[in-house]
């Protein structure tokens, strides 16, 4: 599937357009004065959604899907094969929380605690954990419906807003 990558690097754009920049250090010094999580709430979202399929939680797992009477595609490993799937994909939210938390977030600057970056990327992780056990497994149609239409076309339509507001602006 590629509908979720390709929201999440549309959305990365927008954060690029909104910093002018695509070194990480500089998108979280331009969240200075607010952070990308609130005027740009529906694309974080969006890009929460993307992450959730990304990272192949139950709502979106269709791998684990596959063969849901014996545990899927993980049912040949036992052991350090099983441990370190489960470590991969545990690494796998980790990493995709701590790239929300300096996209939207503001990475270190939300205080001068570390405590309260770490406590932001626990809560992530945590969201991410406990939407994958509220929510039903979803068949393929309803996530590439729910990725490329709810998805692909806002994010298109406000890069296209925020391309005309650039252009206009330098006219």
Do not use: H
Not at 24 to 32: A, F, P, R, V, Y
Not at 48 to 75: C, H, K, M, Q, W
Not at 137 to 151: A, G, H, R
Request: with cysteine.
């Amino acid at each position: 599937m590629v509908s979720y990558e390709v929201s999440i690097g549309l959305i990365m754009l927008n954060i690029v357009l909104c910093s002018s920049s695509m070194n990480l250090t500089e998108i979280i010094l331009s969240q200075q004065d607010c952070w990308y999580v609130i005027p740009l709430y529906p694309l974080f979202l969006m890009f929460f959604i993307s992450i959730l399929a990304e990272t192949n939680r139950p709502p979106f797992d269709l791998p684990e899907a596959e063969g849901e009477l014996v545990a899927g595609y993980f049912v040949e490993y036992s052991a350090m094969g099983f441990g370190l799937f489960f470590i991969g994909e545990n690494a796998n939210i980790i990493l995709m929380s701590f790239f929300t938390v300096i996209l939207f977030f503001g990475g270190w600057q939300i205080m001068p605690l570390v405590n309260l970056l770490v406590l932001t990327l626990l809560t992530l992780c945590y969201l991410l954990v406990v939407v994958g056990i509220n929510y039903n497994q979803f068949n393929f149609e309803l996530i590439l419906f729910l990725l490329f239409v709810s998805c692909l076309i806002p994010t298109f339509f406000v890069i296209g807003l925020k391309v005309l507001f650039i252009i206009f602006l330098f006219i």
